[in-house]
Nanobody, 123 residues
Framework: QVQLVESGGGLVQPGGSLRLSCVAS????????MGWYRQAPGKQRELVAR???????NYTDSVKDRCTISRDNAGSTAYLQMNSLKPEDTAVYFC?????????????????WGQGTQVTVSE
């Protein structure tokens, strides 16, 4: 079993900051990339930011100058620092990871998701 557990969401005023965390645990051989997605009510889930093992990052345009994604040295925890938050950032934020699991003599690739953490930006 593999788990991604997000934390750090909450209610914040416009212009405020939040730092989301995502901890991966379980039967994982390696984590190739981790990302944050969000889904607002009535909208499709969208990529917010993603970081690969190489350190390469990519961001959606609407957060590019306001958010920073990072991972800890062990590579099993991802962070999303969000600054200058706007009401339109309100959504459920989901952590995502591309992993390899050892399956006998083989390695199986999977994409796993966390349960999500609510971020609400409001006065």
């Amino acid at each position: 079993q593999v788990q991604l557990v997000e934390s750090g969401g909450g209610l914040v005023q416009p212009g405020g900051s939040l730092r989301l965390s995502c901890v991966a645990s379980g039967s994982i051989f390696s984590i190739e990339a981790m990302g944050w997605y969000r889904q607002a009510p009535g909208k499709q889930r969208e990529l917010v930011a993603r970081i690969r093992n190489s350190g390469e990052t990519n961001y959606t345009d609407s957060v590019k100058d306001r958010c920073t994604i990072s991972r800890d040295n062990a590579g099993s925890t991802a962070y999303l620092q969000m600054n200058s938050l706007k009401p339109e950032d309100t959504a459920v934020y989901f952590c995502n990871a591309d992993i390899y699991q050892k399956d006998g003599a083989c390695y199986r690739f999977r994409t796993v998701w966390g349960q999500g953490t609510q971020v609400t930006v409001s006065e």
